[in-house]
């Protein structure tokens, strides 16, 4: 079984401080972790994506994300928020056995203030 | 040149109505699926199809039925509409290998009246 905990449903900040977003996940193996991107009317976009390897994945737009597995987490991070960054953001985990079926957080809405 | 296509974008229909929403990819991926998401943004996978083979049904109403003609396209059709379907359904694919990334459509949104 896999899960994925968003904590905060609504993040504001305003324009050039600190953007992060929670993301804690469960998995009984070994998982994969994505962050998705959706602005609004479109679909959703990968921003960045940890499989192997370094736990420190660095994707789009200059956003980050850190695997920590003794928390199990996968926060995402930007250093400075910029308006174009307002969307809605995603995690999802996918077993590494079998990488077809995501599970989705709930959404996190990012609010950037001028 | 689009990867994930959905058709139509906007579909506003009365209860009762059966209604279809088509998707095509031109990724070459085997892996497709339709997603729903709800008013308040919550997804929620509802079939994945493999290589024209159904391979995922997550307790969605007989209502509601997929259709892979080929492995470019998976369409869904949806018989006696609710109020309830209302909704926008996400076609996306899966991305070859074992990395699961997931490239979805832009997405079709349904108003059941």
């Known amino acids: 079984a896999q899960s994925v905990t968003q904590l905060g449903s609504h993040v504001s900040v305003s324009e050039g401080a600190l953007v992060l977003l929670r993301c804690n996940y469960s998995?009984?193996?070994?998982?994969?972790l994505f962050w998705y991107v959706q602005y609004p009317n479109q679909g959703l976009q990968l921003l960045l994506k940890?499989?192997?390897?370094?736990?420190l994945v660095k994707g789009i737009n200059g956003f980050e994300a850190e695997f920590k597995k003794s928390e199990t987490s996968f926060h995402l991070t930007k250093p400075s928020a910029h308006m174009s960054y307002a969307a809605e953001y995603f995690c999802?985990?996918?077993?590494?056995?079998?990488?077809?079926?995501?599970?989705f957080g709930d959404g996190t809405t990012l609010t950037v203030k001028p | 040149d689009t990867a994930v296509s959905q058709t139509p974008k906007y579909l506003v229909t009365q209860m009762g109505n059966d209604k279809s929403i088509k998707c095509e990819q031109n990724?070459?991926?085997?892996?497709m699926y339709w997603y729903k998401q709800d008013s308040k943004k919550f997804l929620k996978i509802m079939f994945s199809?493999?290589?024209?083979?159904?391979?995922i049904n997550e307790t969605v109403p007989n209502r509601f039925s997929p259709k892979s003609p080929d492995k470019a396209h998976l369409n869904l059709h949806i018989n006696s509409l609710e109020l309830g379907d209302s909704a926008v359904y996400f076609c996306a694919t899966l991305s070859g290998g074992r990395t699961g990334e997931l490239f979805f459509g832009e997405g079709s949104r349904l108003t059941v009246l």
């Open positions: 199809y493999n290589n024209k083979e159904l391979i």
């Open positions: 990724l070459g991926h085997d892996t």
């Open positions: 999802a985990v996918t077993r590494n056995t079998n990488a077809g079926k995501s599970t």
């Open positions: 998995s009984s193996v070994p998982p994969y």
């Open positions: 940890y499989t192997t390897g370094a736990t």
